[in-house]
């Protein structure tokens, strides 16, 4: 059981690894860091830069948790620790 707990976070924390790079890239890198380049390219009139900053960074925050949440299950049932 032991073995199987191990596996079980490491799984979890890979997924979460991943999203929160998804998360720090689209939020700090998109809207802050790379929004010089980005503005060079216009998205319903308004600079691409700028766009993530105000309104497509929350498009993405709210599709990684419906994905978290089906990853999630997905890893539950590998383990065998759903709620089924």
Known sequence: MENN?????????ALL????IIWFLVSFGAGILF???LNSIHL????LGFWF???????VFVILIFYYAKKM???DERFDVHED
């Open 35 to 37: 929004a010089p380049a």
């Open 53 to 59: 900053a105000h309104q497509g960074s929350i498009y």
């Open 17 to 20: 690894t991943k999203i929160l």
């Open 73 to 75: 299950a997905q890893i």
């Open 44 to 47: 319903g009139g308004y600079p």
């Open 5 to 13: 707990s191990a596996a079980y976070w490491k799984a979890t924390l």
